[in-house]
C-alpha cells in the first residue's frame, strides 16, 4: 500500500464546476504539499500546510492531521487548470526535502 | 528573482555512459533536492543537500550521487547508466532545511538509448 493515496486518478469537469480531490496518508507528517504540474514537466508549489485551511484565489486546501486527509478544492474551474495536481507529504521526523508522493489526479477541465 | 534553473534541459545518452545533471537554486535558497519522475514509479526523492552536506538519500542505487557546492548549486552524477535511468530529473530549492516550501526547477529530461 502507498503511505500518500490520492483520489480520483482522474477527473473531467465542465468549465465553472467545483473540483475535489483528497489525499490520505498513512505515515506521520511534518507538512503536506500540493503540487500542480502541466504537461512539459514544470511543478509549481501550490500549498504547503500542517493544520487547517490556506486559501488562493480559487484554489482551497484543508488538512485534517487526525484522520490524515487533505483536500483540494477547486472553486469555478476553469480550462487552464487542466494539469496533474500531486500530494506529497515530509514524513515526521524527516528533512522536507524527503518527499513522499501520491501518484497525482489528472484533470481535464472542458470548456 | 530568478528562478530554479537546471541544465541541461534535454539529454540523450547510451547505456554504460555517465551522466551530470546541474542545478541552480534561487538566489538565497540553501537547500537543494532531487527527484527522479518516470511513468511506472512517479516521482521518487533521490537526495537532498543542505550547506554541502547530504542529509537525506532516497531508496536508489550508489550509481546514483550528488553533490553541492559553497554557492548551493548542486550537480547530480549517474554512471553507468541503464535503460531504466530514462526519465526526468527534477530539482528544488528551499530557503533552509525544514518546514520550508520548494520551489522546483523544469527539469532535465534523460533518454538513455
Known amino acids: 500500500k502507498n503511505e500518500v493515496e490520492q483520489s480520483p486518478q482522474n477527473l473531467t469537469a465542465q468549465e465553472g464546476e467545483f473540483i475535489t480531490i483528497n489525499c490520505s496518508y498513512s505515515?506521520?507528517?511534518?507538512?503536506l504539499h500540493w503540487l500542480q504540474q502541466h504537461p512539459g514537466g514544470g511543478i509549481v508549489s501550490l500549498f504547503m500546510l500542517s493544520s487547517g485551511k490556506k486559501k488562493h484565489g480559487r484554489l482551497i486546501a484543508t488538512i485534517n492531521i487526525q484522520e490524515k486527509h487533505s483536500s483540494l478544492h477547486i472553486t469555478a474551474s476553469h480550462p487552464r487548470d487542466s494539469a496533474v495536481y500531486i500530494c506529497a507529504v515530509s514524513s515526521f521526523g524527516g528533512s522536507q526535502g524527503n518527499l513522499i508522493f501520491g501518484k497525482g489526479t489528472k484533470l481535464s477541465v472542458k470548456p | 528573482k530568478a528562478g530554479v534553473t537546471q541544465t541541461p534541459r534535454y539529454l540523450i545518452k547510451t547505456r554504460g555512459q555517465q551522466v551530470t545533471l546541474s542545478c541552480s537554486p534561487i538566489?538565497?535558497?540553501?537547500?537543494v533536492s532531487w527527484y527522479q519522475q518516470t511513468p511506472g514509479q512517479g516521482l521518487q526523492f533521490l537526495f537532498e543537500?543542505?550547506?554541502?552536506?547530504?542529509?537525506n538519500k532516497g531508496n536508489f542505487p550508489g550509481r546514483f550521487s550528488g553533490r553541492q557546492f559553497s554557492n548551493s548549486r548542486s550537480e547530480m552524477n549517474v554512471s553507468t547508466l541503464e535503460l531504466g535511468d530514462s526519465a526526468l530529473y527534477l530539482c528544488a530549492s528551499s530557503l533552509w532545511t525544514g518546514a520550508y516550501e520548494q520551489y522546483f526547477g523544469p527539469g532535465t529530461r534523460l533518454t538513455v538509448t
Open positions: 505515515v506521520g507528517i511534518s507538512a
Open positions: 543537500y543542505f550547506s554541502e552536506t547530504q542529509r
Open positions: 538566489s538565497g535558497h540553501r537547500s
